[in-house]
């Protein structure tokens, strides 16, 4: 067995154990800090494959911002460190069933596609590639994508804000009680 | 042209090793050689750190500082730290024990991952990933987690206050930094920081990029200087109203942890401002003057890369001891109202000067 193939086993076998202890852990906080270790064992993979730039970026966005994002958020909740109550077993029944069924899916998708070997040199992925496809109209560009996603950006943050200021005559009236 | 080149020396023991194993042992030797000596590096630049830190406060303050153990105090941080590893580790009652145990490394190996990306000098840089100042922004935005996880399981309102103010603060200030990281991508055209370091062989980004290559260096500054928690943006420890804010509970070698990654970020910060803007282990050139140039090369990269990143964190230190801390309204509001505009213009004009090809 060589380096490369102990590598991944160790991280996929690092995503799947974490996977499941994000799913079955009873405290949310900890589901939470297992998501981030089943993301950054991604981003190990991302970089296994020498693809640095996904690496960095699953980093960046999934594990320092949503799980930054989820952990506030669950700080800002009450009652944090309760445990949640067991599932009935109707829930658990029917959970594994779609859980086996999308497993199943997936390995039958797998196998029945036709992988194929290439020997080419991994495209080096710099600050120019990207640049160029990121704002590219034609084959491979990403001009349209990236601007719908700056147009919803935009929405929510004009959302945030207005969902966030305080209502004048509101704040007016609970002043003066 | 360059008199010290470390590709030889890696190169030579790669060959070495590769001499008497195979290929796999070779690159399982190679990276627990590195990693031993990254280990020893953050161990030795953090006791350093801890002892400038307490003489220039002395100094700033007209005190002499520690001066008992060892010749001008030198061996003190070396005391402290047995003092730190002999001391007993608490646990609080009722608290999570996995996540209280988690939280100090999940903060020192953040700052960890980010000190392999650093070029010491050329040939000498354990990780040269073709997105590199990307990948460092994003390794080091994990510690945030660390602080907020630690703030909760620790069961104790300062530590909580704490670990929210420096959530709000770090995740504001991230952007700053990354902003003002991107008008150097644009200058250099690339995100590789041996790259970077090699386009100021002729001059330094700081004086080739006009005005805004300033604005984006003192923006840099003061928003790593939040990023890393640090007075006077440490509202998330901010002794006088957290005790210790977020790491208020731990204690012993735990306590050390948090502490040593708090300096080691702050290297990370200063030696990041002097590869990008001040031209890392690059001597200072100037154009038409041959025979100074000549001499500047002679100084070793080490000598310059070194000196580059400890003026800069005298200058981070001079902040904390010399300002008052902010409030977190204050903190937030130089951040959305004044850094983050100002950045976005100054990116606008670097892409400007650099399609016209008015900087050097």
Redesign the interface.
Known sequence: M??HEILFIVFSTVVLLFSLMTVLSR?I??SA?YL?LVL?ATAGIYLWLQY??M???Q??LY???I??II??SI?LTHH??HRSKPFPPVRVITGLGVAGLGAALTIWAILQHDFHYHEAEPL?????VIGQHLVNTGDGGYALPFEVISVLLLAVLVGAIVVAKKDKANEQTSENK | MNLYDFSSLTQSIHQGLSAMMAP?WV??TEMVLVGVVFLLFYALVGLALVYIERKVCAFIQNRLGPNRVGPYGLVQTVADLIKLLFKELLMVHKA?K??FN?APFIVIIASFLAIGALPFAKGLQALD???GL??I???T??T??GI??A???SNSKYS?LG??RS?AQV?SY?LSVGMSLLTI?IFS????LSVIVDSQADGWWLFKGHVPAFIAFVIFLVASTAETNRGPFDMAEAESELTAGFHTEYSGIKFAFFFLAEYMNMFLAAALAATVFLGGWQPLHFGGLEAFNRVMDFIPPLVWFFGKTFALIYIIMLFKWTFPRLRIDQLLTLEWKYLLPINLVNILVVSWVVLKGWHF
Not at chain 1, 124 to 128: L, S
Not at chain 2, 189 to 192: I, L, P
């Open positions: 060589s380096l405290r906080l900890r800090t981030l950054v640095e730039f690496a960095a970026v980093v960046a594990a320092g911002g799980v930054v952990v506030f700080l944090i460190h080096e992925v710099n600050a120019k | 796999a690159t399982v999570d996995f996540l988690l990933l073709n997105v990307f990948y922004i994003s390794v935005s994990l945030v987690l907020l996880l703030g909760w399981s909580l670990a929210m959530g995740i991230e991508i055209g690339s995100m590789q």
